[in-house]
């Protein structure tokens, strides 16, 4: 389910909510409003609230922090196989074939990531994939080094590459991040009983329903921003590929 599709619906739980507390108000006998009981509800209403609060500050800062992963997962990455390309090409002219194998794989990957088709992402971590990329580290491994010099260059390459396949296995795990059904239900289940609340004593007028309105609609943008963070390859707060674009220019040169 896209981000905007959740965000809708919980837009619609929470404000509907708040419309099904207005209605209540109408039809409730006269001693279910007394001032007794909007006590108890304002007490309950703000544990609610600070419950929610608590969880949608935990969830926005694990979010912020997987999108900022994968960032600097993408630019770490980057710097490395600029690194790698280089320190092949200080190896000799027998690494050509590698650096053009490194370059047109890094282009594929690109395209992979940033592809407005989420089926091309999903094909990053197939076995396939990962073939290549060890059948490049096999490729230096078989290097034939003739000096000390070339011995510790290769040496470099691989520790490089390895670093690479660790970066790029974060990004995949780190990716594609959704809230957990369970909790996304008890959260609005959270925000609509306070809500409901806040309608059962709110004045009937256009104000008092405009507000209601506003505040459902910030908390549904506040649970699209968190998905669309936990999803940093895909959707409207993507992650900028000109590092990698920038890095791909350098390679073979």
Same mark, same amino acid.
């Given at each position: 389910?896209?981000?905007?599709?959740?965000?809708?619906?919980?837009?619609?739980?929470?404000? !509907? !909510?708040?419309?099904?507390?207005?209605?209540?108000?109408?039809? @409730?006998?006269? #001693? #279910?409003?007394?001032?007794?009981?909007?006590?108890?509800?304002?007490?309950?209403?703000? $544990?609610?609230?600070? @419950?929610?609060? $608590?969880?949608?500050?935990?969830?926005?800062?694990?979010?912020?922090?997987?999108?900022?992963?994968?960032?600097?997962?993408?630019?770490?990455?980057?710097?490395?196989?600029?690194?790698?390309?280089? %320190?092949?090409?200080?190896?000799?002219?027998? %690494?050509?074939?590698?650096?053009?194998?490194?370059?047109?794989?890094?282009?594929?990957?690109?395209?992979?990531?940033?592809?407005?088709?989420?089926?091309?992402?999903?094909?990053?971590? %197939?076995?396939? &994939?990962?073939? +290549?990329?060890?059948?490049?580290?096999?490729?230096?491994?078989?290097?034939?080094?003739?000096?000390?010099?070339?011995?510790?260059?290769?040496?470099?390459?691989?520790?490089?590459?390895?670093? +690479?396949?660790? &970066?790029?296995?974060?990004?995949?795990?780190?990716?594609?991040?959704?809230?957990?059904?369970?909790?996304?239900?008890?959260?609005?289940?959270?925000?609509?009983?306070?809500?409901?609340?806040?309608? $059962?004593?709110?004045?009937? =007028?256009?104000?008092?329903?405009?507000?209601?309105?506003?505040?459902?609609?910030?908390?549904?943008?506040?649970?699209?921003?968190?998905?669309? @963070? =936990? =999803?940093? /390859?895909?959707?409207?707060?993507?992650?900028?590929?000109?590092?990698?674009?920038? &890095?791909?220019?350098? /390679?073979?040169?």
């Amino acid at each position: 389910m896209s981000p905007i599709t959740i965000a809708f619906i919980v837009f619609a739980c929470i404000y !509907g !909510g708040a419309l099904l507390g207005m209605f209540l108000c109408t039809v @409730l006998p006269e #001693h #279910h409003l007394s001032e007794e009981s909007k006590d108890v509800v304002k007490l309950v209403t703000g $544990l609610i609230a600070t @419950l929610a609060a $608590l969880v949608l500050g935990l969830l926005i800062a694990s979010a912020k922090g997987s999108f900022d992963s994968v960032n600097d997962g993408l630019r770490q990455s980057a710097a490395k196989i600029i690194s790698l390309d280089r %320190t092949l090409a200080q190896y000799g002219p027998e %690494t050509k074939d590698l650096r053009e194998l490194l370059r047109k794989s890094y282009a594929a990957r690109i395209e992979q990531l940033f592809s407005s088709d989420r089926s091309r992402r999903l094909t990053l971590d %197939t076995p396939q &994939a990962t073939a +290549v990329f060890e059948g490049f580290e096999q490729g230096i491994r078989t290097l034939s080094p003739q000096s000390d010099a070339q011995r510790g260059l290769q040496s470099r390459a691989l520790e490089i590459s390895n670093a +690479v396949a660790q &970066a790029r296995w974060v990004v995949l795990e780190e990716g594609e991040n959704t809230i957990p059904t369970p909790f996304l239900v008890v959260l609005v289940l959270w925000l609509a009983v306070m809500f409901a609340s806040f309608g $059962l004593f709110a004045p009937r =007028n256009a104000i008092a329903v405009a507000v209601l309105c506003l505040g459902a609609l910030s908390l549904s943008a506040a649970i699209f921003l968190i998905e669309e @963070l =936990n =999803n940093p /390859l895909g959707g409207f707060i993507t992650i900028s590929r000109t590092p990698m674009d920038t &890095a791909l220019r350098q /390679l073979g040169q």
